[in-house]
């Protein structure tokens, strides 16, 4: 995380500086990603760079971290609109990234998938570790109709909005990056449908089929 000196300086030198970053991290994987360029087109000393944060990979994080919100209010808005059905609105979140995609990546959301498309699996795996159930809960839990879900402890609401982002994440990400042949689209509703089922056999049920036959 950025040190009490970045946050002391100008929201100005602030944000261009993260858009330098946003920039080359944009343009080359994280590993060829060049901390000299960034400070080059910030305009600030390469010592200066090292009084705000520890390295390459505290600034990524960062970066990354400023996008999730982001991410998540595109989460947000999708719930809302298929009626705060949680597993319609990852869908319609898939169906978006998919589309902002297709449309040249314009926008916030066009930004984060260009980052994604660049980098390798373990930044992926950092993104998808800023999403805390936390943060998560705070951003979604008050849209999602939870009168559709099956909510027996003060938990559950936490735990399934932590499980179906994590069916949704992987293949939302990858679809960001190597593009759409609908194979990532079927498998999520597949999955996101085993999610709304359930997994375990109704007993009752069961045994009304065994008698049955």
Known sequence: MPSATFYRLA????????TAATQEFSRRPFSEASINQIIKDAGIPRGSFYMYFADKEDLFRYVMEGYVDQLLLVVR????RCGGDLFEGMLGLYDYVQSRRREQQVGQMGTVTTIIACNSGLQQNMLLGLFTRQRVLDALGDVVAVDRL?????????NILALVLSV???????GASEGEDNSGRERL???LELCRRGMARD???AADQEKGE
Do not use: V
């Not at 929201?11 to 993260?18: I, N």
């Not at 099956?150 to 936490?158: A, G, I, K, M, P």
């Not at 949704?168 to 990858?174: H, M, N, S, V």
């Open 11 to 18: 929201p100005e030198k602030q944000e261009r500086l993260l």
């Open 189 to 191: 509703a597949a999955l």
């Open 77 to 80: 808005e999708s719930i809302l």
């Open 150 to 158: 099956d909510l027996r402890s003060s938990e559950d609401l936490e």
């Open 168 to 174: 949704t994440g992987p293949l939302l990400l990858r």
């Open 203 to 205: 007993k009752g049920r």
